[in-house]
């Protein structure tokens, strides 16, 4: 199934010209959004006063952001990451701003925060899709972008746990508006100095855009031919969100039925940890199947391990189970980037990678409501076993679509 892989190291990625200036660049502004989602649900709730306000203000913060990601990520496409990324990050931190000023006291009304905060979802900067486009640029050896996707996504995993934890920090000794503004400085910064970076203004205008003029138009049939491919990745990559959405709440409910609730940040590390592990694992083995092959497999052991957690009979072994369902999280997603890299149409790369996303944050959100409406009426082993049913079905789905070749 696999083999050894010469220079196993992922220093081997980062030795590649350029690119650890543009990943450092890239990551800074990614830090972002793990600050901005905590800083602007706190900020929301001190000028308001209302968790339910606040609760939808930010679901409409993420669907912009998200929704909206393909289409930001078609422009760069056509246009070039120069031209197109700091505009975006420009007036992203201009609403933040906004948003943090008037949310440094209370009084300003709901219906303008929550316009504030849809404008400010949809300019957001799709900064993972472009440095994504950017690896396949700068790594036309297929062993070394896995490499620096399962690289990549695994420092995306660390940024969503340390962003929160300094948007608390901010919170506590300043005010939940500050660390809106530590968002706006992160992305202006971290956007700008990603756009700067030689492996930027050497990109070919094919994959992560280079400054050379709008993209030529490709005829559709190619792009419908691509678009059909992409669905095993953002089925899976869905699958994956919608099972990650609701654990996230079985592990809350799991862990008040044991009176233990401060236990749920114990479990929510180990999935983090164990997803870490499993990436950077997963990043250094050279595979002999195929990309469509490893997600079929990754998505029928994480709906298994999903399942096995449900049958825990203490908060100590549901740490384990949920380290365990970590381990095929980012092998998962990494696998999906790079059949997304695979099968799309050069010109289009950013958007397929865009599309990923977007099906994993949105299975987020619909994983966690889904659930919470079963939790009250179902045995929670049952809802374990529910909450694994997306990812057997996504398998399934592999099995019985076949994956069209890439157009020449």
Not at 107 to 121: C, E, N, R, S, Y
Not at 178 to 190: D, Q
């Amino acid at each position: 199934m696999s083999s050894p892989v010469r220079r196993s190291s992922y220093v081997a990625v980062l030795s590649v010209p350029s690119a650890k200036r543009a990943f450092i660049a890239a990551l800074l502004g990614r830090l972002s959004y793990g600050t901005v989602s905590l800083s602007l649900t706190l900020a929301l709730t001190a000028t308001t006063g209302s968790y339910g306000l606040a609760g939808g203000v930010i679901a409409l913060f993420g669907l912009a952001a998200s929704l909206l990601s393909p289409l930001r990520a078609g422009l760069i496409d056509r246009y070039g990451a120069r031209r197109v990324l700091p505009p975006m990050a420009v007036v992203y931190a201009l609403l933040l701003i906004v948003l943090a000023a008037l949310t440094w006291r209370p009084g300003t009304p709901g219906g303008l925060l929550a316009a504030l905060a849809i404008a400010a979802g949809g300019c957001a900067p799709p900064l993972g899709p472009v440095m994504r486009a950017l690896w396949s640029d700068l790594l036309p050896d297929r062993h070394l972008l896995q490499r620096a996707y399962s690289l990549d996504t695994v420092a995306e995993e660390v940024l969503f746990v340390t962003g929160p934890l300094l948007a608390g920090l901010l919170a506590a000794l300043v005010t939940p508006a500050a660390g809106l503004v530590l968002s706006a400085a992160l992305v202006t910064t971290g956007t700008f100095a990603f756009v700067s970076s030689p492996a930027i203004r050497t990109a070919r205008a094919s994959h992560a855009g280079a400054d050379t003029g709008p993209a030529p138009a490709r005829p559709r049939q190619r792009w419908s031919a691509g678009g059909r491919a992409l669905i095993p990745a953002v089925a899976t990559s869905a699958a994956v969100g919608l099972c990650l959405g609701a654990l996230s709440l079985l592990m809350v409910v799991f862990a008040e039925r044991h009176h233990q609730v401060a236990a749920v940040a114990w479990a929510e590390a180990a999935l983090s940890v164990g997803s870490a592990v499993g990436g950077l694992a997963y990043g250094v083995i050279s595979w002999r199947v195929s990309g469509t092959a490893r997600l079929r497999v990754l998505a029928v052991a994480l709906g298994l391990a999903l399942t096995a957690a449900g049958a825990s009979p203490n908060l100590y072994t549901l740490i384990a189970a949920a380290g365990a369902v970590g381990l095929f999280v980012a092998p998962a997603l990494t696998t999906a980037y790079l059949l997304a890299d695979e099968l799309a149409d050069p010109e289009n790369r950013t958007q397929a990678g865009a599309w990923v996303n977007t099906f994993f944050n949105t299975g987020s959100s619909m994983g966690t409501a889904g659930i919470g409406l079963l939790i009250g009426d179902l045995p929670l082993a049952l809802c374990f076993v529910l909450a694994a049913v997306p990812a057997l079905l996504s398998a399934l789905l592999a099995v019985r679509r076949p994956v069209p070749s890439p157009a020449a």
